[in-house]
């Protein structure tokens, strides 16, 4: 999931004017914020695969008994609860191990039950915390809980300018480059007052695993963490204009090709309708060599079925060469054409020994074969294998051996 490609843009379709709502944070909403203690204890509210940021505005879906029955307690009370991502997200019932040790206090805005059963909170965060001790398992957690001590307000200069416009300004080439990501996120990007809430916004939308996103939460010093976030961000973009090269690459080549299949065909066209059309010349030549064929009824069905293949094919592509060779070979085969053995021992051991110096043994063993043969005339007798490394003579040996007999 990339930058903002997430329902953060949708939520206030989901609340229709119910609830007064502000996805961005101000300064002053921040510094109220920031002035606003927490309590000793909180319930705590274990998410799967989500990190909660301070400032930060999202939808969750509550699947857990334990959890519907937090988010509705603290709904009515108007209390606060401390989200936790789970350090595992395949645990179905995690126990304080399974949680890490680093949240977000936040307020539950609103409680949707959607059409499909599932119940929706949204909810946004306040403040970092740390996790003590589980003081409550039934019938959901409650744990004593501590303000984390974070370093959230930098000294500001000319790095901290840079940092924060860079940024802006990567976040605002992400969207753009997306095509899934909507033009508000970058309405929303130039409109954030707050440094820090910059930084927590971008963080919670990035496009990075879980446990990432925990380390970003748990890094104390502000321009630490942005220059995290300013690396992930720098890294995001990288892929994505590399995957943008590579789908406008692909684009283009199948641009070119079903280009090059329509100019193609209607050039086909208009050669057939001049009656030059393409590959005639090769389809005629291989009537005329299969018209003088004496093949058997299921050879001929096969070659004009094959023939017909080549005449569908394109004459520029390259699998119309490899069918024309195809069928070439086997129009030239001498198929039921026979001659007359001559097994002439004598004229074939002159021949033998004219093409062939040395190579005793061989040729005294196919003097042997054709004797065999012509004894017991019968051409069933053992076929001769000839094996050796090219160029050895295999091929003028059968030659020589076809000459003999005729």
Known sequence: MSLFERENFA???????ETEFIPLLSSEDEEVMNAESIPEVLPVLPLRNTVLFPGVVIPITVGRDKSI???????RDKSLIGVVAQKDMNVEEPGVEDLNVVGTVAHIIKILQMPDGNTTAIIQGKKRFSLIELVQSEPYFKAKVSQYAAIDKPKRGKEFNALIASLKDLSIQIIKQSPVIPSDAAFAIKNIESPVFLVNFVSSNLNIDIIDKQKLLEVSEFIQRAKMVLSALTKELQELELKNQIQSKVKFDLD????????NQQIRTIQEELGDAPGAND?????QKAAKKKWSKAIEELFYKEMGKLQRMNPQSPDYSVQLNYLDFVAELPWNEFSKDNFNLKRAENILNRDHYGLEKVKERIIEHLAVIKLKNDLKAPILCLVGPPGVGKTSLGKSIARAIG
């Open 69 to 75: 029955k937090l988010i509705k307690d603290a709904y």
């Open 283 to 287: 389809i005629s030549e291989l009537k």
């Open 256 to 263: 070119k090709q079903q280009r090059d299949y329509f100019l």
């Open 11 to 17: 939520i206030s379709d989901m609340l229709e004017g």
